[in-house]
């Protein structure tokens, strides 16, 4: 049978199930769920439901791969999942987006409508024939946007959902799952995730919710899962609310090593960072669990990460000085410089300005030779509720217009100050490798190596920013015909070289020549002529992602 692969495989071992339950886990998620659909993971109902003859026929084209025996492979590995899990003691939980309208592909105007009755009755009939296939899955986990989900506009083309807000039509389509899925699996609960929603949209839905077999999933923010940024003002509300209304909540976040946001460094460590996530989250009143946002690998021992959510789980009233103790005992002699590595690097993930925009998540896919041109800070904006309303309060760019020099200066300065700490972290973890056991120093030789590449990316941004302010300055100093004063010219210099030394060190780290010749033009004409050289460099560049779309600064 074809196994599953993504970028950092994890495979399914009853051993690894086991591990989970050993942590203090005690419900696995038997799909990925992940629109890239890696391995043709399934990602909704129509994957691997065999749809009944008194079922209305689908009139999106699903974005599975088709074919009878990719559809059996599918059926199969679920099968072979809820197998393992439940010879391992853990609860399932299936995951799918609804109504499926491939994601945003019709736009506001998609064909499966929720004021349509005849949608209702299919999903009443998919989630029977899910159930009597699939009898060992207990828990459904449901997003109404992304996941292939998407919803009519209220503002739209629909002639059903025009004009009639979404805290009127979506209640129905949610109680038809809750109460299909509460008579399917009476002991099981569904899960719905107001993923995409606005915070107003939410709370004014929850009051029309029945809480009979149904439950919040929600983001650690009303963003995306980030590590720095959790129980905001809209995830305290919210789960305030639910409490109100009878519904628990699950908090989903990052509880492990891996994560989008630093993909694909797989063995950075900053567990300071999750046990204080963790206190946050616990003291939210309403929250009745946790559940990991991106995937684990429970086998990997040395993830401190995953090991500080296990001790949360177990001793939650300790303090982020105790955990820390606690945790890096093993390490013997070296446990006090393991102890303030994991510090400073959980303060440099803390310092780092992942609020700045989706597009700084990631990081590891950016590039230390940024463009020359001026610094831009690339914005996301997608077409939901939340990212065109709520979401701002988390993103600082939302919308494509110029970056202030205020909002520049901010970004490059937090940039430089993680960069700052992630250094003094692997000082602190070059001092632990000499005292360490060969097993402990090559994991503290994964993990320097990964928060180096860290480093190295947040020192781009960081010169590049301030590179561009100092363009911004030298420009107006000329444009009011003042002359440059030497300690500019001097601190543009020290950046462009610094810049170079660090792309080169990042070449090195790969095993490749450098290639990037800008930064030593520049430099020549910066000696040459100081003015000339903000007329040429550091000036507006065209928006064509030169860089790749996870390089922020670069146009």
């Given at each position: 049978?074809?196994?599953?692969?993504?970028?950092?495989?994890?495979?399914?071992?009853?051993?690894?199930?086991?591990?989970?339950?050993?942590?203090?886990?005690?419900?696995?998620?038997?799909?990925?769920?992940?629109?890239?659909?890696?391995?043709?993971?399934?990602?909704?109902?129509?994957?691997?439901?065999?749809?009944?003859?008194?079922?209305?026929?689908?009139?999106?084209?699903?974005?599975?791969?088709?074919?009878?025996?990719?559809?059996?492979?599918?059926?199969?590995?679920?099968?072979?999942?809820?197998?393992?899990?439940?010879?391992?003691?853990?609860?399932?939980?299936?995951?799918?987006?609804?109504?499926?309208?491939?994601?945003?592909?019709?736009g506001?105007?998609?064909?499966?409508?929720?004021?349509?009755?005849?949608?209702?009755?299919?999903?009443?009939?998919?989630?029977?024939?899910?159930?009597?296939?699939?009898?060992?899955?207990?828990?459904?986990?449901?997003?109404?946007?992304?996941?292939?989900?998407?919803?009519?506009?209220e503002?739209?083309?629909?002639?059903?959902?025009?004009?009639?807000?979404?805290?009127?039509?979506?209640?129905?389509?949610?109680?038809?799952?809750?109460?299909?899925?509460?008579?399917?699996?009476?002991?099981?609960?569904?899960?719905?995730?107001?993923?995409?929603?606005?915070?107003?949209?939410?709370?004014?839905?929850?009051?029309?919710?029945?809480?009979?077999?149904?439950?919040?999933a929600?983001?650690?923010?009303?963003?995306?899962?980030?590590?720095?940024?959790v129980?905001?003002?809209?995830?305290?509300?919210?789960c305030?609310?639910a409490?109100?209304?009878?519904l628990?909540?699950?908090?989903?976040?990052?509880?492990?090593?891996?994560?989008?946001?630093?993909?694909?460094?797989?063995?950075?460590?900053?567990?300071?960072?999750?046990?204080?996530?963790?206190?946050?989250?616990?003291?939210?009143?309403?929250?009745?669990?946790?559940?990991e946002?991106?995937?684990?690998?429970?086998?990997?021992?040395?993830?401190?990460?995953?090991?500080?959510?296990?001790?949360?789980?177990?001793?939650?009233?300790?303090?982020?000085?105790?955990?820390?103790?606690?945790?890096?005992?093993?390490?013997?002699?070296?446990?006090?410089?393991?102890?303030?590595?994991?510090?400073?690097a959980?303060?440099?993930?803390?310092?780092?300005?992942?609020?700045?925009?989706?597009?700084?998540?990631?990081?590891?896919?950016?590039?230390?030779?940024?463009?020359?041109?001026?610094?831009?800070?690339?914005?996301?904006?997608?077409p939901?509720?939340?990212?065109?309303?709520?979401?701002?309060?988390?993103f600082?760019?939302t919308?494509?217009?110029?970056?202030?020099?205020?909002?520049?200066?901010?970004?490059?300065?937090?940039?430089?100050?993680?960069a700052?700490?992630?250094?003094?972290?692997?000082?602190?973890?070059?001092?632990?490798?000499?005292?360490?056991?060969?097993?402990?120093?090559?994991?503290?030789?994964?993990?320097?190596?990964?928060?180096?590449?860290?480093?190295?990316?947040?020192?781009?941004?960081?010169?590049?920013?301030?590179?561009?302010?100092?363009?911004l300055?030298?420009?107006?100093?000329?444009?009011?015909?003042?002359t440059?004063?030497?300690?500019?010219?001097?601190?543009?210099?020290?950046?462009?070289?610094?810049?170079?030394?660090?792309?080169?060190?990042?070449?090195?780290?790969?095993?490749?020549?450098?290639?990037?010749?800008?930064?030593?033009?520049?430099?020549?004409?910066?000696?040459?002529?100081?003015?000339?050289?903000?007329?040429?460099?550091?000036?507006?560049?065209?928006?064509?992602?030169?860089?790749?779309?996870?390089?922020?600064?670069?146009?």
């Open positions: 049978m074809q196994r599953y692969h993504a970028r950092v495989p994890a495979p399914w071992t009853l051993a690894s199930l086991a591990r989970l339950r050993e942590l203090g886990f005690t419900q696995v998620q038997l799909n990925l769920a992940w629109g890239s659909r890696p391995d043709d993971e399934t990602l909704n109902l129509e994957d691997v439901v065999v749809p009944p003859s008194d079922c209305s026929p689908q009139p999106a084209t699903l974005n599975c791969q088709p074919g009878p025996e990719a559809f059996a492979h599918r059926r199969a590995l679920l099968h072979e999942r809820i197998a393992m899990a439940r010879a391992a003691g853990l609860r399932t939980l299936f995951h799918f987006g609804a109504p499926y309208n491939r994601h945003q592909y019709y506001d105007t998609p064909p499966n409508c929720i004021l349509d009755p005849e949608l209702h009755r299919r999903y009443e009939r998919l989630l029977a024939s899910f159930i009597q296939d699939f009898p060992g899955v207990d828990d459904i986990l449901v997003y109404t946007y992304d996941q292939d989900a998407w919803l009519c506009g503002f739209g083309g629909c002639s059903r959902c025009n004009g009639v807000p979404l805290h009127r039509r979506l209640p129905a389509f949610i109680e038809t799952l809750r109460s299909t899925w509460r008579r399917l699996r009476p002991d099981g609960r569904i899960w719905w995730e107001p993923w995409e929603l606005s915070a107003g949209q939410i709370h004014a839905i929850l009051p029309h919710l029945s809480p009979d077999g149904l439950g919040l929600l983001h650690g923010n009303i963003a995306e899962c980030m590590a720095a940024v129980a905001d003002p809209w995830l305290v509300n919210t305030r609310q409490a109100d209304c009878g628990p909540v699950w908090v989903e976040w990052f509880l492990g090593g891996l994560s989008e946001e630093v993909e694909p460094f797989a063995n950075l460590a900053h567990p300071l960072t999750i046990w204080r996530g963790l206190q946050r989250i616990a003291a939210v009143p309403g929250v009745s669990g946790l559940k946002y991106f995937g684990l690998l429970p086998e990997r021992i040395d993830d401190a990460n995953l090991a500080a959510t296990a001790l949360f789980l177990r001793e939650p009233e300790l303090t982020g000085t105790e955990a820390l103790a606690r945790l890096s005992a093993d390490y013997g002699k070296a446990a006090q410089d393991v102890a303030q590595a994991w510090r400073l959980s303060e440099a993930m803390e310092r780092h300005p992942w609020d700045c925009s989706w597009l700084g998540r990631e990081i590891g896919r950016s590039r230390t030779d940024h463009a020359l041109s001026a610094a831009i800070l690339r914005p996301m904006l997608c939901t509720p939340s990212w065109q309303s709520s979401r701002g309060t988390v600082l760019r919308e494509d217009t110029p970056a202030h020099p205020w909002l520049i200066e901010d970004v490059g300065l937090r940039a430089e100050q993680a700052a700490l992630g250094r003094q972290a692997i000082a602190a973890i070059d001092r632990a490798v000499s005292l360490a056991n060969p097993p402990q120093r090559a994991s503290l030789a994964a993990w320097r190596k990964d928060l180096a590449g860290f480093v190295r990316r947040s020192t781009a941004y960081a010169c590049h920013l301030r590179l561009t302010a100092i363009a300055a030298a420009r107006r100093r000329l444009g009011d015909g003042g440059l004063p030497e300690t500019l010219i001097a601190e543009t210099r020290t950046m462009l070289e610094t810049t170079r030394a660090n792309h080169q060190e990042e070449c090195q780290a790969m095993g490749k020549p450098s290639t990037w010749t800008e930064p030593d033009a520049a430099i020549v004409d910066l000696e040459r002529n100081p003015t000339s050289f903000f007329q040429r460099w550091l000036l507006p560049g065209k928006p064509e992602c030169s860089r790749g779309p996870f390089s922020l600064t670069s146009a």
